[in-house]
């Protein structure tokens, strides 16, 4: 028997807001005034504001065919909060925005939305308005995220400073290899639809792509142990490009050994079995909304505290340039082959 499927037009724009938010609850005092009116209202009480936008475009950064809408909401959520913890603020609100086809009905927006609202829950935000409206083909996604600071103590990518401690936080390369199983799954499916894909029991890796988490422990491990970086970004489009934009925009160089790149074993056990490099995959991969940042040699003592902290180098002046020393001793230059969001446009 098929699930009810209720079309669009049967509620109309306004009806099918009332649906789709109609459970929302307050979270943050800071939130004066949510979804209903024509604006949203906020007062940080003394804080400051940081804002993010982020946009997701089937097709391009998310393919239905092996994304639960579900899975979907809540990265779409995820994502942008990662660029908020990335200026080490804290997320209170989001604002949402959906372009849709006729392909798509309640029900499968009830389920995206079932993602978002987990997505909140889990990080106490807020969702506070937002816009839909139907497009040609496809689902596209736009999220700003609304987050708050003690003055002064947000933390840019251009503040690093020479003999500087370069860290990263978690594991990468999962995502990366994870997409690259559900691709090689999908390919195999479109050529021979009576095949089942195959996941090979890799939660992990499948899960680093399908449901990211951002990085509010690490933040908060920040706060409570009185560190602040001296610049950070988030991990969307993989190690090395985002190291070169700290390295560039603090006008430092840098060097990072390839042994200290943290590695989850099964992604490193994947990632031989596929005869790729687990290096690559972190260096390149992207999309692992893991924290790069780095800090004075004097907070090493506090860094060490925590295992979810690799330090994988240092940065260096300008004119030594941005290396990485292999395994074997080897020095090489870092180059950026990371995700290019205009690749092939």
Known sequence: ???????????GEFGLIEQLTRNIEIQNASTLLGVGDD???????????????????????????????KHLGYKSVVVNLSDVYAMNATPTQITLSIAFSNRFSVEALEEFYEGVYAACAQYGVDLIGGDTTSSQKG????VTAIGEVTPDTFVKRSTAKKGDL????????GAFLGLTLLEREKKIFMENPQIQPDLENQDYIVGRLL??????????????????????MDISDGLSSEILHICKQSELGCVLYEEKIPVHEQARQFA???????????????EDYELVFTVAQSEYDKLVLNEQISVVGYMTEVSEGAHIITRGGNRHELTAQGWNAFKGA
């Open 139 to 142: 689902f596209i996604i736009s």
């Open 39 to 69: 604006a949203a209202v906020i007062d940080h009480f003394g804080k400051q504001t940081v804002i993010t936008t982020d946009m997701l475009v089937e097709g391009i950064h998310f393919d239905l065919m092996y994304t639960p809408l």
């Open 166 to 173: 370069l860290c990263v936080s978690g594991y990468l390369g």
């Open 1 to 11: 028997m098929s699930e009810p499927r209720t079309e669009i037009n049967a509620l």
């Open 211 to 232: 449901k990211p988490e951002a990085r509010k422990d690490i933040i908060h491990f920040f706060a409570e142990n009185d560190i602040l970086p001296t610049a950070m």
């Open 272 to 286: 031989y079995k596929l005869e790729l490099d687990p290096t690559a995959c972190a260096l390149s991969g992207g």
